[in-house]
């Protein structure tokens, strides 16, 4: 994967760079769908999307004194889709899901990433457009915030290739809520990856409704798509 790099030396080296450009294919014409009759994602009309891709990981929690699961966080590998037609999205979604709930306990993401081309050719030379992970609120200082980070994987070299999210709307899965984690729409509190994200087709992710107080924390395996729209590196 030689390519991407050296486009981005180029880009960044010449004298009026031409949008950022990385591998992948443009999703700036790709329509996100958001459930009618709500008012919580609220897809934006003056920036379009930027990257589009499959998020595969797991949501972690924390039994409560209560018995029940709190949500402590979240880690997962973000895998480009913007070539793909995305009428195909949803099922790229649960294939990508359905392997992982399947995959042994040992196989990491970034394997699993390396194994998708079954499912689609895209994935034959699978785009890793970043990571998705938690980090401390950086504008209160406590509590965790979510953060999408191209700086190690799609956009190396752009210190400022990551967001960090501040949630805005939130509604349960219109399918199977029981099991599948809600859809969010959050703004971009800081960097310049993006200035919203959303969350959208979800699968898996939600803890057992109840817990032992005093038992450990727990992993639940999931995938959804994330739209990053805005900011200033275009896809
Ligand atoms: C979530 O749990 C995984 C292990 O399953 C761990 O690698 C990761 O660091 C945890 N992340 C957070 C934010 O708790």
Request: aromatic letters at 8%; proline letters at 7%; hydrophobic letters at 40%.
């Amino acid at each position: 994967m030689f390519a991407p790099v050296l486009s981005l030396l180029f880009a960044a080296s010449a004298l009026a760079a031409p949008a950022l450009k990385i591998a992948g294919c443009s999703v700036a014409h790709k329509q996100l769908t958001v459930p009618t009759g709500q008012t919580q994602l609220v897809v934006p009309s003056t920036t379009t999307p930027s990257f589009v891709g499959i998020g595969v990981g797991v949501q972690n929690y924390t039994c409560s004194a209560a018995g029940t699961f709190t949500n402590v966080g979240a880690v997962a590998e973000l895998v480009d889709i913007s070539c793909a037609d995305s009428s195909k999205y949803a099922s790229l979604t649960q294939s990508v899901f359905d392997l992982w709930q399947r995959a042994p306990e040992s196989l990491t993401t970034q394997k699993l990433i390396q194994d998708l081309s079954p499912i689609d050719p895209i994935f034959k030379q699978p785009i890793i457009l970043g990571q998705h992970f938690f980090v401390t609120n950086p504008i209160t200082g406590s509590g965790i915030s979510p953060k999408w980070d191209f700086t190690s994987a799609s956009l190396q070299g752009h210190s400022d290739a990551f967001v960090v999210g501040a949630k805005v709307g939130d509604i349960v899965a219109p399918s199977n809520s029981g099991t599948n984690i809600d859809w969010l729409m959050l703004n971009a509190a800081q960097g310049n990856l993006a200035s919203n994200v959303f969350r959208v087709e979800t699968r898996g992710g939600q803890p057992p409704a109840s817990c032992t107080p005093g038992s450990p924390d727990i992993s639940v395996k999931y995938a959804s798509q994330y739209w990053l729209f805005g900011g200033s590196f275009s896809h």
